[in-house]
């Protein structure tokens, strides 16, 4: 486990420093103004909204981060704002296999940021609407992703596609049908197939199992679990549910009106969670 | 009493004032400095509606002059009404000399098509463009087709190839196939067909685009590099006319255009290029444009 690892500087592949997302005007005391403290993210004199403010992690090899907290806590904000999908207010991170982590990600280029998100980095989303285009068949979308990575070979196109289909469990018959036609756990596995075509150092996922049922849940759960073992992704799992944390992290951040109120070893905060909210996000766990 | 000369017609030569003609000609400088790149322009009011081949009479307009020789071109057809009237009018606003014979002309204007006969470094060819954005079919937003162009952000594009080759075998676009001018822009050739598409590669003559509805102008510079998109695997092709043969002289390496008789059963065929099927007729000499796809088809008939 490389969370032993935390005093060498030289391991990570993602740093993240003061990553802040404001939503309206704000001054120099909307971030004093807001926070767990305050009870609220939304600055009193400005009515700004602060999704997240100072948010600050390292993210290891082959390591899995969790980011827990309730609905507006800001833990969406945080894996959107490193995949591009939203601007950032302030702050920087640095990714190792982008220019040896030296550069601030989110100062480059529009070219190079989906250079990253092309080749460094997958997203999968709650809604499979979202990552997957449904205009497109199943091996079509994972062939985008390939296609962006300059592939233009469709034999090895569909043999890749195939093999991430199968890996996911999603019958390679159906591999040019509409996702449309799927199921929720299906759609949702062509999507985490999609995410992880071009085999980034990098996975996002995003609420990934909180619109399927319980069975279908634990088998997208394995799949991630199986996946992560066999080739070793970095991961930040965003959820609101602890028992997905649980399952897949090594280390969790819990996130409270948008700022980062405990963070340690899983298992820690899970059997000890020191600050109150946390004690409350535990003891609420059925 | 002093005589009013600048109003004595009712329009300037050419139809469009200068300072509108000096605007268009400075963006097709601009898109020839940039192959392939849509060029935004003032598309100006002409005595036809927009998207009836105004883009193509602003091109032609701005740059004619009393010397040139005028070829008009419909579907390949001098004989259009479509040809002969925008022929027509051209010619009463210029004063130019017009012709059928693609040899002569020093502009030709088209509407769907590339003559079959070569076109030489004297000679410019303006298109009439309906839809110059090759990525609106993925992409209904101008702001992000734009962006895409600017950012070479294509993927979409070679998706839906690659969704057309899994639905049908093949990819299914048979007029406007999208190119890659200069290994830098995607572009749409406008409605010209298969055949016509590897002719835009390495050209002796300047190809000109415009498009009035949507009001884009761009440009294939002489000796520019066009390759029609395609996998490694799944290259793109040409009609194939190898069954066929043109009724009148016999021949079938070129365009052709599949004519229903009145019983509405039978066919025939015949080369769609007027004055390239005239000049057949004639036995006149007539060098075709050579590209690696017609080369194979005369070297399998050999």
């Known amino acids: 486990m490389h969370f032993n690892n935390h005093n060498s500087t030289h391991e990570w592949v993602l740093k993240v420093e003061n990553l802040t997302k404001i939503y309206g005007e704000h001054t120099e005391n909307t971030l004093a103004n807001t926070g767990p403290s305050k009870g609220t993210n939304i600055c009193p004199e400005t009515g700004s909204i602060v999704a997240c403010a100072n948010i600050s992690f390292e993210l290891f090899p082959g390591e899995v981060l969790g980011i827990v907290g309730e609905s507006g806590s800001g833990k969406s904000t945080i894996v959107k704002q490193l995949f591009f999908d939203l601007d950032v207010t302030m702050g920087s991170a640095l990714l190792r296999p982008f220019k040896n982590g030296e550069v601030n990600i989110f100062e480059e280029s529009n070219q190079k940021k989906r250079f990253m998100r092309n080749h460094l980095m997958g997203m999968v989303y709650q809604n499979p609407r979202d990552g997957l285009n449904f205009a497109f068949t199943s091996g079509g979308n994972i062939a985008e992703k390939l296609l962006m990575a300059d592939l233009f070979h469709v034999g090895k196109i569909r043999e890749r596609a195939a093999e991430l289909l199968d890996k996911t469990e999603v019958p390679v018959a159906r591999m040019d049908d509409l996702p449309a036609y799927f199921s929720g756990g299906m759609q949702q596995r062509v999507q985490i197939s999609k995410a992880i075509a071009n085999n980034p150092p990098l996975l996002f996922l995003d609420e990934v199992t909180s619109g399927l049922d319980v069975s279908v849940q634990a088998r997208v759960l394995d799949l991630i679990r199986g996946l992560q073992h066999e080739l070793g992704i970095a991961m930040i799992v965003v959820s609101h549910d602890l028992s997905v944390i649980r399952m897949l992290t090594d280390r969790t951040l819990v996130l409270k009106n948008g700022r980062i109120v405990e963070r340690g070893l899983t298992d820690q905060i899970l059997q000890d969670p020191q600050h109150e909210y946390t004690q409350l996000l535990v003891s609420s766990l059925l | ?302």
């Open chain 2, 1 to 302: 009493m002093i005589e009013n000369k600048k109003f004595n017609t009712s329009y300037n030569y050419a139809f469009i004032d200068e300072t509108t003609k000096k605007e268009i000609r400075r963006k097709l400088l601009k898109a020839v400095c940039i192959p392939g790149y849509q060029v935004p322009y003032s598309s100006p009011e002409m005595p036809i509606a927009r998207g009836w081949g105004t883009g193509g009479l602003h091109v032609t307009l701005a740059i004619i002059g009393q010397s040139d020789v005028l070829k008009m071109i419909d579907q390949g057809s001098d004989a259009s009404v479509n040809a002969c009237n925008l022929r027509d009018f051209v010619h009463m606003t210029t004063d130019c000399a017009t012709t059928f014979d693609t040899r002569e002309a020093t502009i030709i204007q088209t509407r769907h098509r590339i003559t079959e006969e070569k076109l030489s470094d004297k000679q410019i060819m303006v298109f009439q463009v309906p839809q110059p954005e090759p990525l609106r079919r993925v992409e209904r937003y101008e702001y992000k087709t734009r962006q895409m162009h600017a950012e070479s952000d294509y993927a979409k594009m070679w998706l839906t190839l690659y969704e057309a080759y899994v639905k049908w075998g093949d990819v299914m676009q048979g007029a406007g196939y999208p190119v890659m001018v200069n290994g830098r822009y995607i572009m749409s050739p406008s409605p010209i067909p298969r055949w016509d598409v590897p002719n835009l590669n390495n050209s002796e003559c300047l190809y000109l685009f415009g498009a009035g509805r949507e009001k884009r102008l761009y440009a294939v510079p002489p000796h520019t590099k066009v390759e029609p998109l395609e996998f490694e695997d799944v290259k793109f092709h040409v009609e194939d006319f190898s069954n066929v043969k043109c009724e009148s002289t016999g021949y079938n390496v070129a365009y052709m255009d599949e004519m229903y008789q009145d019983d509405g059963v039978t066919k025939k065929f015949y080369v769609n290029d007027s004055n390239f099927l005239d000049k057949l007729i004639e036995k006149e000499e007539v060098v075709q444009h050579s590209n690696k796809y017609i080369k194979k088809i005369k070297d399998a008939l050999q």
